[in-house]
């Protein structure tokens, strides 16, 4: 006996995967890990709480959302576009990291993370939220109620919330273009 | 001649009515009451103690609490068809409480649905199910709350709409609709059956929610519990052959009002607050009678799920309904719905998805379920909603494919009914 697959083809870091045959009801972070070798995801709660596990889903009309790839099925994937965490620093031809994004420096600049199990997620839901500001910008005095919307479904339970709202804080605060100063 | 000696009689009769109605109401009015003194209620421990019970299971706090302010100091915003009612504060505080209320005021504003200044309530406040209590059983209640800590929270203001916002309206709405007796929603004759009634009827006004109301808002007491979309969630059907209908048993009812988590699925909106506040604090004489009512004497048993068209069934399990169930909800539920003990409700045989009106269904889809603390440390975690990644279509095609899987209903959801839910 054999479990059912379905297919899969999905843009994962610009990269096209697929099709590729998948247990029909695995989870995409079981994709990601075992399929893929994409390992930077980490499966936290698995019930879709602790958003450790998020992906960068890009949707057509150039929005961008996070996805909690433990309860979502590689289903749902299929044909769409995501980033995953070794995604987001920028890379040469050849696929070497070159320059850190500015919400990962900035983490590292705030030692945001401890053990640094969440730190995936949080740099997802960071990169998530300047993407948005670019768009979008808000006024400086909403900086920080709009970073605690942006990560307040994200679990640390090292305690580490602090830094990581000062590392988010600070890149919004110095990148030209993602606040107004009109109030 | 005729036509003028009629307008004449008619003018003069409309004349009369408005005197008689003014009169009715200067006398109401004359009669209430705003100043006076402070009670000081000294009651027995026990009778207190009778009073908290009673008031729990009469679920006062459910309204007479905000979310997040002291209980019973109001402040709950309840929509209706006519305008926003806020509840008020029902702490002894003299000024913005009913500190100067007497346990007759108290009867009054129970029974008859007026105020101690002799304004009408609106029946957002359940005198029309509270009428039934016995006088002992307010008083107690009475000798409850004027223990409690005066809260100096101030009431909000009813925001109605004309000619909603008359009070004196409401004379003429309760001589229309208020009765003494609510009509049995089941049969029976038990004393168990009888204090069932009691306290669904009158202590818990579960009718208040589940039977229809009409176009004035009242209940339509020809189908008593038979289920209405008060708010966004609506209040199933709960008599003995709706609940029959979706598996329910006595046993399974019993769990469910005492853990508010139980085989055919857990509390959520509004039932979740009644299961917390009030039926968990039932005693097991009174759950098991309450229950009793609720399926009568003679229960019916549970009806096994419809068996389904098998190719309606083959349909569904190779459709996109399915896709999406396996994209978006197997993750928790389960690719056979069976959920997670302790932690994911099961969906194959939850009671929701047998029901006939898919409402219900698409509106957690949507919108999805707060986390929520049940009785005995239980708890559920968050379900997401779904409504920005599902399209209408989607929507529509997975609530058939959880209707007829595990709901022994048709498919009959369109892209239309889910648009009319977002």
């Known amino acids: 006996m054999s479990l059912p697959t379905r297919k899969l083809t999905v843009t994962i870091n610009g990269r096209r995967r697929g099709p590729m045959d998948v247990p029909e009801g695995m989870m995409m972070i079981d994709v990601l890990h075992e399929m893929l070798d994409l390992t930077g995801s980490r499966l936290g709660c698995g019930i879709g709480i602790c958003h450790a596990c998020v992906v960068i889903w890009d949707r057509d009309d150039q ?23 070794e995604g987001i620093a920028q890379k040469n031809d050849k696929d070497e990291i070159v320059a850190l994004s500015p919400v990962q420096q900035a983490f590292l600049d705030n030692y945001s993370f401890q053990c640094g199990y969440c730190t995936p997620g949080f740099v997802n839901a960071a990169t998530v939220l300047i993407e948005r500001l670019k768009r979008a910008p808000v ?45 | 001649m005729t036509v003028r000696r009629l307008a004449q009689l008619a003018a003069l009769a409309a004349v009369l009515i408005v005197i008689v109605l003014a009169t009715l109401v200067a006398i109401r009015l004359l009669g209430g009451r705003t100043g006076g003194a402070v009670q000081v209620v000294s009651a027995p421990a026990d009778v207190v103690a009778r009073g908290k019970y009673l008031a729990e299971a009469a679920d006062c706090a459910a309204c007479h609490s905000a979310p997040g302010g002291a209980p019973y100091a109001g402040g709950l915003a309840m929509q209706s068809g006519f305008g926003t009612i806020y509840a008020t504060n029902v702490t002894p505080d003299p000024d913005n409480g009913i500190g100067r209320w007497s346990a007759d005021d108290f009867w009054r504003a129970l029974h008859d649905g007026i105020r101690r200044d002799g304004q009408q309530l609106y029946p957002a406040m359940p005198y029309t199910s509270y009428r039934g209590m016995a ?24 925001e109605l709409d004309f000619p909603y916002n008359i009070r004196p309206g409401m004379m003429g709405w309760n001589l229309l609709f208020l009765t003494d007796t609510i009509s049995a929603a089941s049969t029976g004759s038990s004393a168990a059956w009888q204090r069932g009634r009691y306290l669904v009827d009158v202590l818990g006004h579960c009718g208040e929610c589940h039977t229809p109301r009409g176009i004035l808002g009242q209940m339509e007491l020809s189908q008593p519990l038979a289920g209405f979309a008060l708010g966004r969630v609506a209040a199933p059907d709960i008599t003995s ?15 469910y009002l005492s853990r508010g988590i139980a085989s055919r699925g857990s509390a959520f ?10 039926t968990r604090n039932l005693t097991a004489e009174d759950s098991d009678a309450v229950v009793t009512y609720l399926l009568g004497d003679r229960p019916p048993p549970p009806a096994p799920l419809a068996a389904a068209d098998p190719a309606i069934l083959e349909a569904a399990a190779n459709g996109a309904g399915r896709t999406n169930y396996v994209a978006l909800c197997a993750g928790c539920h389960g690719l056979a719905g069976s959920g997670v003990p302790n932690t994911v409700v099961a969906l194959r045989s939850n009671s929701t998805l047998r029901l006939a009106d898919p409402r219900n269904l698409i509106v957690v889809m949507l919108d999805g379920i707060g986390p929520e603390n049940f009785p005995h ?31 022994g209903q048709k498919p009959d959801v369109t892209a239309a009914t889910v648009r009319a839910l977002r």
Not at chain 1, 162 to 174: E, H, M, N, P
Not at chain 2, 269 to 278: E, N, T, Y
Not at chain 2, 378 to 397: I, N, T, V, Y
Request: proline share 3%.
């Open chain 1, 139 to 183: 006024p400086r005095a909403q900086v920080e109620a709009t970073v605690a919307a942006a990560l307040e479904n994200h679990i640390c339970r090292c305690t580490g919330y602090v830094r990581y709202y000062q590392a988010v804080r600070d890149v919004i605060l110095a990148t030209p273009g993602l606040t107004r100063d009109d109030a």
């Open chain 2, 377 to 407: 440390r239980a708890s559920l975690q968050a379900m997401p909603g779904f409504a920005d990644k599902l399209s209408d279509q989607q929507a529509a095609e997975l609530a058939n494919y959880l209707r007829v899987t595990w709901g």
């Open chain 2, 241 to 255: 052959a709706g609940l029959a209908s979706r598996g329910w048993t006595a046993a399974s009812l019993r769990t």
């Open chain 2, 269 to 278: 909106s509004d039932m979740h607050q009644v299961i917390v506040l009030s």
């Open chain 2, 135 to 158: 006088r002992a059983d307010a008083d107690a209640i009475y000798a409850y709350v004027m223990q409690l800590r005066p809260m100096k929270v101030a009431n909000l203001r009813t």
């Open chain 1, 63 to 85: 929005t961008s959302e996070e996805v909690q790839t433990c309860i979502t099925g590689a289903d749902f994937f299929d044909g769409k576009r995501i980033r995953t965490i």
